[in-house]
């Protein structure tokens, strides 16, 4: 069964630092999106991109954040200058093909961010 | 204030007992799914519902979708160890847009 993967699973680095996450959506799905989870808290919704360019973002998602497709099958999160605050999981989501409209949203295992 | 909210919190019962875990919001959805996290692990869905009244039924899981499309609930039926885990609900305002996550049920069925 197509899945989404994340890589890498565990990321350390040190605040000022910067970061790419990545991920590989399911294949010819559509939409992608970026969501992150600090410890004990909810899921918060960060980024979707779709068509080649961000759909919605979240006020997370400031100047510090961006999101590419470089090549067509991965989608990356870059977090230019890492906070304290940034330790989080990331989680990376796809939906839908062009074969008809899907409301189901697959997620990654995501990629767990510690900065110290 | 959170758009969804999850009730109850938490939640620990014995093997074998039905519980029903509720995920209510003042907003109109066009879909919402149910998902079930386990420590260190990405959700996984478990279930879309889109229309409103909507049931569905996956084992011993029942989901209702509420006619207003504002509220969902999680039935188990003779909920097993392997239930245990953080069940969280999602809802899409528009379709297309981001899913808003509520904050969870912990679910705990002790053997």
């Known amino acids: 069964e197509p899945e989404v993967t994340q890589t890498p699973s565990h990321q350390v680095t040190q605040m000022g630092q910067e970061v790419i996450l990545r991920c590989v959506p399911i294949?010819?799905?559509?939409?992608f999106y970026w969501y992150r989870q600090i410890l004990g808290q909810k899921v918060e919704f960060l980024v979707s991109f779709y068509n080649n360019e961000i759909s919605e973002k979240s006020e997370i998602f400031d100047d510090q954040f961006s999101v590419e497709r470089p090549d067509g099958s991965n989608f990356t999160l870059k977090i230019r200058s890492t906070k304290l605050e940034d330790s989080a999981m990331y989680f990376c989501?796809?939906?839908?093909?062009?074969?008809?409209?899907?409301?189901?949203?697959?997620f990654g295992p995501g990629t767990r961010l510690t900065v110290t | 204030t959170q758009l969804l909210e999850q009730s109850p919190q938490f939640l620990s019962i014995q093997e074998g007992e039905n519980l029903t875990v509720y995920c209510n919001s003042s907003s109109v959805f066009s879909s919402l799914q149910w998902y079930r996290q386990e420590p260190g692990e990405g959700p996984v869905l478990l279930v879309t519902?889109?229309?409103?009244?909507e049931v569905k039924k996956l084992k011993r899981l029942t989901f209702q979708f509420g006619d207003a499309r504002k509220d969902s609930s999680l039935h188990i039926t003779a909920a097993q160890p392997g239930d245990t885990g953080l069940y969280l609900c999602a809802g899409e305002l528009n379709y297309g847009q981001n899913f808003v996550f509520g904050p969870g049920t912990r679910l705990s069925v002790l053997p």
């Open positions: 294949s010819n799905h559509l939409y």
């Open positions: 519902v889109v229309t409103g009244g």
């Open positions: 989501a796809s939906r839908s093909s062009p074969s008809g409209l899907s409301y189901e949203q697959y």
